[in-house]
């Protein structure tokens, strides 16, 4: 069964839209998709490295989803404050969250008014799981943006992923699940892909279908964002891996950091 209503939905880029797309029974199946035993299996303890390394104690989750990454670093005694901008989600996360013996501290925020809503501040801010693609404008990336490194202490990280679009519109998508999107029995693949959109088509076991508008975000120019609006030094991984192919990985993430360093 389909579950749209656009009449035209390739023409739909807007960053509002994902309201609309993340209904609940979409949100009662992302589980299905991501897997959390295979995703753990994939990306292993990358984050928790990448945050422990820098002494990162408390963390604003700002793309929660259904609470993978929340409760994982809970797991590994580092508070986390989990925000969403679907309330679809942090309710599936709270759920999640507590069948595994977490309470999350969730936050129903808009990252463009992020301040509006968190009035603490954070050693990090993590924005996963190719969620910063959902902001179609660039004056909504730039203003998020600027949101996320308010919310940091003078000396703290954004870690930011996002799919590698740039190998997507070069080659095609090629994509074998092994990170992120792992569930085996269920089909992830771009539906229309130009260089405004990447639309998703998600079929699950019951043949229920779904689809996600994105922004195919070039990887240069969200390092070149985070920059301009004031991160310092920028690392980014392949998979994982600091040393990568452009071309062959799945998903970027990148690391910025906020302390900054006065030019000699």
């Known amino acids: 069964m389909e579950n749209h209503t656009e009449t035209d939905p390739v023409q739909i880029r807007e960053s509002d839209h994902y309201q609309e797309q993340y209904m609940e029974e979409f949100v009662d199946k992302w589980d299905e998709l991501i897997d959390w035993d ?4 994939g990306e ?27 409760v994982l670093l809970k797991k590994h005694g580092i508070e986390v404050h989990s925000a969403d901008g ?23 925020a808009d990252w463009r008014w992020l301040n509006r809503d968190v009035h603490e501040d954070y050693d990090a ?36 992923d996002q799919r590698n679009y740039n190998a997507m519109l070069k080659h095609g998508f090629s994509s074998k699940h092994t990170y992120y ?29 779904y689809h996600l508008n994105m922004f195919p975000l070039d990887e240069k120019y969200t390092r070149r964002l985070m920059k301009e609006v004031g991160f310092q030094k920028i690392q980014t991984y392949g998979d994982f891996k600091e040393t990568y192919k452009e071309d062959e990985a799945d998903f970027l993430v990148h690391i910025a950091e906020k302390s900054y360093d006065q030019e000699k």
Do not use: Q, W
């Open 38 to 41: 295979a995703r753990a299996e």
């Open 44 to 70: 292993g303890e990358f984050f928790v490295r990448e945050l422990k390394k820098r002494n990162v104690k408390k963390v604003l989750d700002v793309a929660t989803g259904t609470g993978y990454h929340s």
């Open 86 to 108: 679907s309330m679809n989600m942090l309710n599936k996360a709270f759920a999640n969250a507590s069948k595994r013996g977490h309470i999350l501290r969730t936050i129903h």
């Open 125 to 160: 801010v993590i924005c996963l799981g190719n969620s910063f693609t959902h902001l179609f404008e660039e004056r909504d990336r730039r203003k998020a943006l600027a949101e996320f490194y308010s919310v940091l202490k003078y000396d703290g990280f954004l870690i930011l």
């Open 181 to 209: 999107y792992a569930g085996d029995n269920v089909k992830a693949e771009p539906e229309h892909l130009d260089e405004g959109l990447a639309r998703f088509r998600y079929e699950f076991t019951d043949k229920s279908v």
